[in-house]
């Protein structure tokens, strides 16, 4: 089963910049929509962005709008999200997730994704 693999977490200064990518393991990311999310030890998985694969339309959170920007590559199987001005808020795990029935909605939920990465992490010191 060709499952999502995220790259690019790490640590890095309030203020700084990060570039993630999820690529397909064993196959293509043939899903719909690809989203982003993250997670904190005792919080829900909050949905970050999500990009169409089709026509790339993308949605953004609140908290990450004109700081994130969500981004396809096609030709090279790849979905990128570019972290810009980090705050200490936004450390996290990071997963990539794929959805094979569903574009993406105004609410990024969890519950429309069906394919999952393991995750990478992200700490902004602060």
């Known amino acids: 089963q060709v499952k999502p693999v995220e790259s690019g977490g790490g640590l890095v200064q ?17 899903y719909h929509a690809v989203g982003w999310f ?4 005792g919080k829900e998985r909050e ?5 169409n ?7 953004y959170a609140d908290s990450v709008k004109g700081r994130f920007t969500i981004s396809r ?4 199987n790849m979905v990128h999200l ?10 996290a795990v990071y997963y990539c997730a794929g959805a094979t029935m569903l574009y993406c909605e105004d609410q ?3 519950h ?14 602060s």
Do not use: H, Y
């Not at 590559?73 to 090279?76: F, I, L, Q, T």
């Open 47 to 51: 949905g970050v962005s999500c990009i």
């Open 82 to 91: 570019q972290m810009s001005s980090l705050k200490a808020e936004d450390t």
């Open 38 to 41: 993250r997670q904190v030890p």
């Open 108 to 110: 990024i939920q969890a």
């Open 14 to 30: 309030s203020g700084g910049s990060l570039r993630l990518s999820c690529a397909a393991s064993g196959g293509t990311l043939d």
């Open 73 to 76: 590559d096609n030709a090279k």
């Open 53 to 59: 694969r089709s026509d790339g339309v993308t949605v």
């Open 112 to 125: 429309d994704f069906d394919s999952w990465g393991q995750g990478t992490q992200v700490t902004v010191s």
